[in-house]
């Protein structure tokens, strides 16, 4: 899964939650983004670069959410 398909997937999670998602691209450096979903943030890098497995559990694990559910 790239970060995009990560993104577009927990865009969706929190549309169904009624949580709300954003991206904010200037929060971050480089490539990095912070992708909010409500109260809690992770930080997606290069979002056209596949995501390793740690990462992505990682992520999932910041967000409060699980691996599954995307």
Same mark, same amino acid.
């Given at each position: 899964?790239?970060?995009?398909? +990560?993104?577009?997937?927990?865009? $969706?999670?929190?549309?169904?939650?009624?949580?709300?998602?954003?991206?904010?691209?200037?929060?971050?450096?480089?490539?990095?983004?912070?992708?909010? +979903?409500?109260?809690? +943030?992770?930080?997606?890098?290069?979002?056209?670069?596949?995501?390793?497995?740690?990462? +992505?559990? $990682?992520?999932?694990?910041?967000?409060?959410?699980?691996?599954?559910?995307?």
């Amino acid at each position: 899964m790239t970060g995009n398909e +990560f993104i577009r997937k927990v865009k $969706a999670l929190g549309k169904d939650r009624g949580l709300p998602v954003r991206l904010d691209a200037s929060r971050g450096k480089g490539s990095h983004q912070t992708l909010y +979903f409500g109260a809690v +943030f992770t930080v997606v890098r290069n979002t056209k670069d596949e995501l390793k497995t740690g990462t +992505f559990r $990682a992520m999932c694990a910041q967000l409060g959410i699980k691996p599954n559910d995307l």
